[in-house]
Nanobody
Framework: VQLQASGGGLVQVGGSLGLSCVVSGRTFSSYVMGWFRQAPGKEREFVAA????????YYADSVKGRFAISRDNARSTVYLQMNSLKPEDTAVYYCAGDRAPRQYFPYEFGYWGQGTQVTVSS
């Protein structure tokens, strides 16, 4: 399974940015997909996840109400729409997938993209 994330960049506080992650190599609809982020000097943390069908989504409290995860199984792509961005959202964002993660911790996901930098400037 290969994951290719894109869409990061520099944005001002309060702005919006959308990330995409294209998955190849396996049946995309078999995978729970997630987004994680890692800021300098910090551990990688959960941001959002979406079930195989897209019927359920889960968010970290820090992004709830501002971020939205979605997927298009026909395009083998998962998205993360980020609104009302804050300086503390600055991090490298990673997409990840797994057939059956028990919890939304990084170690539960077996497949990872290369990461894309998001920088929120004040």
């Amino acid at each position: 399974v290969q994951l290719q994330a894109s869409g990061g960049g520099l944005v001002q506080v309060g702005g919006s940015l959308g990330l995409s992650c294209v998955v190849s190599g396996r049946t995309f609809s078999s995978y729970v997909m997630g987004w994680f982020r890692q800021a300098p000097g910090k551990e990688r943390e959960f941001v959002a996840a979406i079930t195989r069908s897209g019927g359920s989504t889960y968010y970290a409290d820090s992004v709830k109400g501002r971020f939205a995860i979605s997927r298009d199984n026909a395009r083998s792509t998962v998205y993360l729409q980020m609104n009302s961005l804050k300086p503390e959202d600055t991090a490298v964002y990673y997409c990840a997938g797994d057939r059956a993660p028990r919890q939304y911790f990084p170690y539960e996901f077996g497949y990872w993209g290369q990461g894309t930098q998001v920088t929120v400037s004040s």
